[in-house]
């Protein structure tokens, strides 16, 4: 029975599944504030400061054919944080002087845990692995390249180098065809549900694992994962119940 046929590959997500994106971010807007506190800003105004970056951050759309890359737009969102929580123009230099001790400090930051990183070469001996990630080519290249995964997938996909991404049908069927496998043999891993899980059921996965790390609740309307875990390392467990 199709049912009974065994996991030959596996496609993860990467931010905040692999590695911990939102922790890295927080140290690095930690840094940011030990920067803003080193100068002219207020102190009062440097919380503000950050929220409002982090807000642009998050409703954030980039279009690389309008000719900026994501530095300029990221510069910009730190330039009008500042300005916003102020009321003046800043110095550009500052703006570019957040942006950079944010980047740098979230790359530097980010890692696959040890224990991670032998989860994923234990894997790699039983399934074909896939990292699949949403985001715009620069940005997650960037990240890819600091936590020095490349070697542990068969291919990384990111989503801005495709037409269309996650939880888009034609980027799994592009992963699916790169693997040579059906998705009826695949299994999909993320922390996302609208992405990655709603992605994984749509391509026909044969199971969904969600990480849901802070204990969210699935919110109504939502798809609902095969399998929740509260970290990739319980993975293992997810997949002796599917063999
Ligand atoms: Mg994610």
């Given at each position: 029975m199709m049912e009974n046929q065994r996991v030959l590959a596996i496609i993860f997500d990467l931010d905040?599944?692999?590695?911990d994106t939102a922790g890295a971010g927080r140290v690095a807007i930690q840094k940011v504030c030990d920067l803003l506190n080193s100068t002219q800003v207020q102190e009062s105004h440097i919380a503000n400061i950050c929220e409002l970056f982090l807000q642009k951050l998050l409703h954030e759309s980039f279009d690389p054919s309008e000719g900026r890359t994501i530095d300029d737009v990221r510069i910009r969102h730190w330039y009008e944080a500042l300005q916003e929580a102020r009321g003046t123009d800043p110095d550009p230099a500052l703006a570019s002087s957040c942006y950079y001790t944010w980047k740098n400090t979230r790359l530097q930051v980010l890692d696959l845990s040890p224990e991670v990183r032998t989860l994923l070469e234990e894997l790699q001996e039983k399934y074909k692995l896939l990292l699949l990630t949403n985001g715009d080519s620069q940005t997650q290249w960037e990240k890819i390249k600091a936590v020095r995964?490349?070697?542990?997938?068969s291919e990384v996909v990111v989503g801005?180098?495709?037409?269309e991404q996650k939880p888009a049908l034609s980027i799994f069927t592009y992963c699916f065809e790169h693997l040579g496998?059906?998705?009826?043999d695949c299994i999909m891993v993320g922390d996302s549900l609208s992405k990655d899980i709603q992605g994984g059921i749509n391509a026909g996965v044969k199971a969904t694992v969600w990480i849901n790390s802070d204990s969210r609740c699935i919110p109504p309307g939502s798809v609902t994962p095969d399998y929740t875990v509260?970290?990739?390392?319980?993975l293992m467990d997810v997949l002796a119940e599917l063999s």
């Open positions: 905040n599944t692999l590695v995964c490349e070697g542990l997938f801005g180098d495709h037409p496998v059906q998705p009826r509260p970290s990739v390392l319980n």
